[in-house]
């Protein structure tokens, strides 16, 4: 099993549509968990934090369920400029690992 | 943005050639990493390094080695390399002194743009 599993889509969802992915982890002492996003050809850039409380920035939300070891990602009224891949990272420093990425298309 | 670079951007090369890939940060960041990404597999991580000639193996690290004689300067040297070795790779910082600094956090990756290697 890999360290760190997403489902790779693709989500095909219309404008403003909410839309929601998890990232499930297995090392339960990982304390640190981010979201990226990656453009086609590009690098991945950070997204957001996942905080234990739950962390919002405007459309995004992102939380963290340790009971059941995934981590997740809502995006609330999609835009055509939501589309792109959004990968997940748990751990930090010497231990870091991603999850494949899912990959989000949002439809006119 | 952080300050890394990477060079070359774009590399064709053949089978059994030596290749070095090389990653440079500004940022002064501790830690340095190497990944490669390719279709159904996601960012799997080579090498990382910890500090200046600290280094250690990552998940996929046969057939690559890596230096870093200064804190800015990370390589990836393909010794031989091989068609299984046409990817992209993306070089990470992470961790400062100054966490908080340009809002950058201590356990987040930063990525440089990433290098295409083809190895005919």
Known sequence: ?108 | DAGITQSPRHKVTETGTPVTLRCHQTENHRYMYWYRQDPGHGLRLIHYSYGVKDTDKGEVSDGYSVSRSKTEDFLLTLESATSSQTSVYFCAISGTERSGTSGMGTDTQYFGPGTRLTVL
């Open chain 1, 1 to 108: 099993r890999k360290e760190v599993e997403q489902d790779p889509g693709p989500f095909n969802v219309p404008e403003g549509a909410t839309v929601a992915f998890n990232c499930t982890y297995s090392n339960s002492a990982s304390q640190s968990f981010f979201w990226y996003r990656q453009d086609c050809r590009k690098e991945p850039k950070l997204l957001m934090s996942v905080y234990s409380s739950g962390n919002e920035d405007g459309r995004f939300t992102a939380q963290l369920n340790r009971a059941s070891q995934y981590i997740s990602l809502l995006i609330r009224d999609s835009k055509l400029s939501d589309s792109a891949t959004y990968l997940c990272q748990s751990g930090g420093y010497q231990k870091v690992t991603f999850g494949t990425g899912t990959k989000l298309q949002v439809i006119p």
